[in-house]
C-alpha cells in the first residue's frame, strides 16, 4: 500500500447504527486529518492529530468520535448520524502540523449515505 | 469577507488554451500556498506548492503568488480535455491550517 489508504469507500448507514471509518497512512507523516465534503461547499476540517495528540476540533457534534492510535492511523466512529451528515468523509496527512511545509495529501475518501 | 475566494466557475476554455484561475485570500500571515485538483467523485490532488513570492513552473503549471496583494493564481498551458476538474486554492495561514476555497470548477473543451 502506498500513500493514505481509505476504507470502506462506500458506506450506506441507518441513523441508529454505529459505524467506523479507517485511515491509514503510509508516508511516514506525524499529522492526520479529518474532512468533510459537502455538495457545492468548501471543504470543512473537523479533527487534526498531530503526534497522536488531537490538536483540533473544529465544533463537530459528539456523534462523530475520532481515535488515533499511532501516527500512521486514524478512525472516524460514527453513531445516530442525521441525514444531514451524507457527504465524502476524507482524511489526509501532513509530515507535521503547523509545521513549515505542510502539503496535505489525502485518501479517497468514504462516500457514505445516511438514510 | 471569505477567507478565501476563487474566481467563479465554471470555466470553459478551449483545448491548447491558457487556463487561468485566480484566488485571493484574507489571513496576511499565510506563509504557504497550495493548488490542489479534484476530479468528480474523487479526492483533492496536490498539484503545485509555493512559498515565495513570483512565479514558480512545474510542467505545464505555474503558480504566481503576490503576498502584498494577498493574491495567488494557477495558469495551465496547452490546456487538455483531462485538465477539466475543479481546482482548490489553499493557503496555510497564520497557524498553518490550510483553508480550502470553494474551488473553481474547469471545462477543456476538444
Known amino acids: 500500500e502506498t500513500g493514505v489508504t481509505q476504507t470502506p469507500r462506500h458506506l450506506v448507514m441507518g441513523m441508529t447504527n454505529k459505524k467506523s471509518l479507517k485511515c491509514e497512512q503510509h508516508l511516514g507523516h506525524n499529522a492526520m486529518y479529518w474532512y468533510k465534503q459537502s455538495a457545492k461547499k468548501p471543504l470543512e476540517l473537523m479533527f487534526v492529530?498531530?503526534?497522536?495528540?488531537?490538536?483540533e476540533n473544529n465544533s463537530v457534534p459528539s456523534r462523530f468520535s475520532p481515535e488515533c492510535p499511532n501516527s500512521s492511523h486514524l478512525f472516524l466512529h460514527l453513531h445516530t448520524l442525521q441525514p444531514e451528515d451524507s457527504a465524502l468523509y476524507l482524511c489526509?496527512?501532513?509530515?507535521?502540523?503547523?509545521?513549515?511545509?505542510?502539503?496535505?495529501?489525502f485518501g479517497p475518501g468514504t462516500r457514505l449515505t445516511v438514510l | 469577507q471569505k477567507e478565501v475566494e476563487q474566481n467563479s466557475g465554471p470555466l470553459s476554455v478551449p483545448e491548447g488554451a491558457i487556463a487561468s484561475l485566480n484566488c485571493t485570500y484574507s489571513d496576511r500571515g499565510s506563509q504557504s500556498f497550495f493548488w490542489y485538483r479534484q476530479y468528480s467523485g474523487k479526492s483533492p490532488e496536490l498539484i503545485m506548492s509555493?512559498?515565495?513570492?513570483g512565479d514558480k513552473e512545474d510542467g505545464r503549471f505555474t503558480a504566481q503568488l503576490n503576498k502584498a496583494s494577498q493574491y495567488v493564481s494557477l495558469l495551465i498551458r496547452d490546456s487538455q480535455p483531462s485538465d477539466s476538474a475543479t481546482y482548490l486554492c489553499a493557503p496555510g495561514g497564520s497557524a498553518r491550517q490550510l483553508t480550502f476555497g470553494s474551488g473553481t470548477q474547469l471545462t477543456v473543451l476538444p
Open positions: 489526509a496527512s501532513s509530515q507535521d502540523y503547523r509545521g513549515g511545509y505542510n502539503e496535505q495529501f
Open positions: 509555493i512559498y515565495s513570492n
Open positions: 492529530y498531530n503526534f497522536k495528540e488531537q490538536t
